[in-house]
């Protein structure tokens, strides 16, 4: 089936500092992926659509120089939160459109700015 | 904009148990509804996908209904397992924006 690999699954980086997220499609190509972000005990909440070979598309109140997102290719979509702070952190999830199979979900990488 | 809200919030229940989640929507011009299991600090696992022209879908002991009009969606897990203790989210699919529930949080007991 349909394949999202998601990196890193873990980071912690300092305030002022800027972290990139990778959002792969593995077995797939995906020319449109999702960003989403998931607060304590809330449910997820989109922040952007991302097109290959085009510029995302941000929901509204989401920085979109804050979270600056790239999708270079079919297969990677990259999320990266520039100058982190410790309101950053959170459960950042990806995912692809995979045609009649729905949406497949990577795994998800926890951001704690310290 | 699309709401959508699971009901309950959270639920426990003995092993063997049948149950059913909720899951209810605002907008029903949807294209699709899913249901996802999240384990926690993990990401989402997809349980079962119904088009919008679809009323049911079926994966083994897990059954999802999808009543448009009314704006309803349930899972029923039949024969409940310690492993099936999750959060379990459903999700409305409005023009290629999904928008999800905030989840039931289901403990089996064994």
């Known amino acids: 089936g349909a394949v999202v690999s ?3 699954s873990r980071v912690i980086c300092k305030s002022g500092t800027s972290v990139k997220i990778e959002c792969r499609s593995l077995d797939f190509q995906a020319t449109t ?3 989403y972000r998931q607060f304590p005990k809330k449910s997820l909440m989109l922040m952007a659509t991302s097109n290959e070979g085009s510029k995302a598309t941000y929901e509204q109140g989401v920085e979109k120089d804050k979270f600056l997102i790239n999708h270079a290719s079919l297969t990677l979509s990259t999320l990266t939160v520039t100058s982190a702070h410790p309101e950053d952190s ?3 999830i990806c995912s692809a459109l995979t045609g009649n199979h729905g949406y497949t979900f990577g795994s998800g990488t926890r951001l704690t700015v310290v | 904009k699309q709401e959508v809200t699971q009901i309950p919030a ?3 229940v003995p092993e063997g148990e049948n149950l059913v ?8 011009a949807i294209y699709n509804l899913q249901w996802f299991r999240q384990d926690p600090g993990k990401g989402l ?6 088009q919008s022209s679809q009323r049911e879908q079926t994966s083994g002991r897990l ?3 999808l009543d448009k009009s009314s704006g309803r969606s349930t899972l029923y897990i039949a ?3 310690p492993g099936d203790s999750a959060t379990y989210l459903c999700a409305a699919n409005n023009f290629n924006k999904f928008y999800f529930g905030s989840g039931t949080k289901l403990n089996v007991k064994p």
């Open chain 1, 6 to 8: 998601q990196h890193p």
């Open chain 2, 63 to 65: 059954n999802a209904s």
């Open chain 2, 79 to 81: 024969a409940s397992q």
């Open chain 2, 21 to 28: 989640l909720n899951c209810s929507f605002t907008d029903s």
């Open chain 1, 90 to 92: 959170s459960f950042y």
């Open chain 2, 10 to 12: 959270a639920l426990s």
């Open chain 1, 33 to 35: 992926m999702f960003w």
């Open chain 2, 45 to 50: 696992t997809s349980l079962l996908l119904i």
